[in-house]
């Protein structure tokens, strides 16, 4: 298998080569044992002469979406036909069949994979995630993210966006050599559910003090070239499992998304913000969180998860459990999944009076319970 990735590497430029008139000498699809099980594969020999030199033999290998792609494409080549052959000028024994000999699937599947490495490599030498460049946010995430210590700044999360070049890289020479097909669809499904919560993570990490942000033209390069490698693989979504794998990872990532959409959303509080939550807390009046900005974000000792609350809400919850007026909850507005149901397990929660950390005093973290039960 190396000396195969080696082999297709070296051909990566073969667009530069020079081409020759070959003719083909066989044709056999044939299906080919692999490590994850059998896949089809059109294998196509030919030979060539370059001037008076020759022959020069060679074959070339394709392997199509379905059985029924293949078979078309195998009526594609006969014995003694034609076609085009490109080869190394200084040693014409390292050749392949043109790419446009191929059918336009194949074509652009090699197409779109050979511009995302070149993104992706290109992405590594500018600047990605704040002060840092491609590297160094490479090495970061390789040597410091550990999902199995958790830390209040790098959230376990990370470990998705520091495993994604590995993976990427891992599908890539899977690709090159047209192997491991099943291999290459559980690939394709975990990266693409990797770059959202790759993102997720980065904006966690940022309100957690790491500057990860403005994400610079490398991180972007780097999204543009994985995808394009991941699109070059057709192939990996003809087996069911991958189908409903991708589904089912992109409704838990879209769900887990929704903080993130609603986190744009809200913005710093103000002074005048932080006056009229403090002074609700002295008064125990209603009327003063209805002052409070709608979209202000509420404080960290409010917060019993690592998603936003809102600091009108917050007032809401806290005013209603000192005053034991369980209407006023009706107020409260999630910043969660929750919010899409209206809120409802926010508000039930702050009926049941089951309050997060620090909703007793602000500033604080403690918690006792509002109605002395």
Partial sequence: MFG?????????WSWRWPEATGEVTSVILDTVPDLDGEYLRLAVAFKFFVGEDGPYTGHSFWTPVSRDRALAARERFHVHDEIAVRYRPNDPSENKIAPSVWPPEGRRSRLLRDVGLCLFLVSF????????????????????????????????????????????????????????PRVRALLVVTILFSIPMTWIALRRMDHGGVAVYPLGPGHFLWIAGILLIVFAESPAFRFSPARWLTGGLGIVTAAMSVPILIGFTMRAPREADDFHYDQ????????????IDAHAVGRPDQRDSSDFTYMQSDCYRNVAAMRHDPQ??????????????????????CRKQKYTIGSAFPGTRSSPDPFGR
């Fill in 125 to 180: 030498f500018l600047p990605a995630l704040g002060d840092m460049g491609g590297f160094q946010a490479a090495f970061f995430g390789i040597v410091f993210v550990r999902p199995w210590q958790p830390d209040d700044k790098l959230v376990p999360l990370a470990a998705f966006g520091a495993w994604l070049n590995p993976e990427v890289l891992l599908l890539f020479s899977l690709s090159v050599v047209q192997r491991c």
């Fill in 280 to 291: 609700a807390w002295d008064t125990q009046n209603a009327a003063e969180c209805l002052l």
């Fill in 4 to 12: 195969e990735l080696r082999n297709a590497l070296s051909c990566l």
């Fill in 328 to 349: 006023l909850c009706d107020h409260v507005k999630s910043g969660s999944l929750d919010r899409l149901i209206g809120s409802v397990v926010a508000k039930s929660k």
